[in-house]
């Protein structure tokens, strides 16, 4: 992700590059071959910390496991972040952000960039045609995860495991669509399914392989409580498979109103819009006739039946996420001038990234089929790293640490 942003940056005439940091040389050559100008570089974090008074924006695209005191540190600085997700990986991770949150002086964006792929936020955008919201059902037919550096992705102590790591992303969109809070969630999920593809060392007993499909059901805070609690409230039901490559559709976001549904594909990149039948149904002892209800289309690949800023995007690629990243960093760049003037409001906030890692540790937590375990994960980071979460949730006044920031 890290180098996919750059590509981003590299695009507008307000930004530029000053700074590389990453301890892997590799990766921090190919950054750099990829970054215009001549950014200065640096392998230990603490190096580039130093330099935090010459730095506006910090692109926080680390390991996952690193994001949380990576937050701590950089949070105490009056600077703007953006931060890949998932915010935290572990309870102790995400207590310590809780706890530190009102007291942190930079402006913090989580970057969930689903909200912005075109279908998906066509999606939200027809919403109130279709009545109050009863169901959401979210699908993703993938790829198992990528090569990444030392394969901290298949690592359930770095990566948080796949409802954190890869499904933050749909809860965050859980959220964004019913606009309330998870109730209860519960899972049931396969293991070790890609153990021979991952290259795990399947004798040693410690391994704990990363989830390769899971279901997890979860219903969200009705209106208001009572007898009738039931109908007021959203049920949403999220599938995962990492082994259907070749799938027509990767992505499938499925939402039923009372009065219509809602229906997004990717990579089609379509949205469907159904309303239920009319005063033309007349006869309920049969099915209803086929002009009773509508279906309306939208051809989403065009952005301008998303975007009305369209012409605004600089010439750049698609990337990995349908145009996603560079619509982020449309309205990342808008609300960091708009922030010079006012507030800095960021279309995902810290706290929306702390919901969508608490929403999948929650699935993690409640696994309910017989021959698979919930998942208790303990963040794998330095002794120092974990002082510094320490001292964040033992202290009253957080302004107030001196947080040692050695590697």
Not at 34 to 57: C, R, Y
Not at 96 to 114: C, D, G, P, T, V
Not at 179 to 191: N, P
């Amino acid at each position: 992700m890290g180098q996919e942003h750059i590509s981003y940056i590299n695009k507008y005439d307000t930004l530029s590059i000053a700074y590389l940091c990453d301890p892997n040389k590799s990766s921090l050559e190919t950054a750099l071959a990829m970054a215009e100008g001549s950014p200065a570089t640096f392998e230990k974090e603490s190096e580039l910390l130093d330099q935090v008074n010459e730095i506006d924006l910090l692109v926080i695209a680390s390991p996952n496991f690193m994001h949380t005191p990576q937050l701590l540190r950089w949070g105490q600085h009056h600077i703007t972040i953006l931060c890949e997700k998932p915010a935290a990986i572990s309870e102790k991770q995400v207590n310590a952000l809780k706890a530190a949150q009102a007291h942190l002086k930079a402006n913090i964006w989580i970057a969930m960039e689903y909200r912005f792929m075109p279908a998906i936020n066509k999606l939200v955008q027809m919403l109130p045609h279709i009545g109050p919201i009863k169901k959401v059902a979210i699908r993703e037919n993938r790829y198992p995860f990528l090569t990444k550096i030392e394969e901290w992705n298949k690592d359930v102590d770095k990566s948080g495991d796949t409802l954190v790591e890869k499904c933050c992303h749909f809860f965050d969109l859980f959220r964004l669509i019913t606009a309330k809070e998870m109730a209860s969630c519960v899972s049931k999920v396969h293991r070790g399914l890609l153990s021979d593809h991952y290259g795990y060392d399947v004798t040693d007993d410690k391994v704990i392989p990363i989830i390769d499909s899971a279901y997890a059901l979860l219903d969200f805070e009705p209106d208001a409580p009572g007898k009738n609690a039931s109908q007021q409230s959203v049920l949403g039901c999220l599938e995962l498979c990492m082994f259907a490559e070749g799938s027509r559709h990767q992505e499938e976001i499925i939402v039923t109103g009372m009065r219509g549904r809602l229906e997004a594909y990717l990579p089609e990149n379509k949205v469907f819009l159904y309303q239920r039948p009319t005063s033309l149904w007349t006869d309920k002892s049969k099915p209803p006739p086929q002009g009773s209800f509508s279906e309306e289309v939208f051809d989403c690949s065009d952005l301008r039946q998303v975007y009305d800023f369209v012409d605004e995007l600089p010439s750049m690629h698609a990337g990995y996420h349908y145009c996603s990243t560079a619509i982020e960093w449309k309205y990342l760049i808008d609300a960091i001038h708009d922030a010079a003037a006012g507030k800095f409001v960021p279309k995902v906030s810290l706290d929306d990234g702390i919901k969508a890692v608490e929403m999948g540790i929650a699935g993690l937590n409640n696994i309910t089929n017989a021959d698979s375990t919930s998942t208790n994960v303990t963040a794998h980071i330095s002794k120092s790293e974990d002082n510094l979460l320490n001292l964040v949730l033992n202290s009253a006044v957080f302004d107030e640490l001196k947080l040692n920031v050695q590697q």
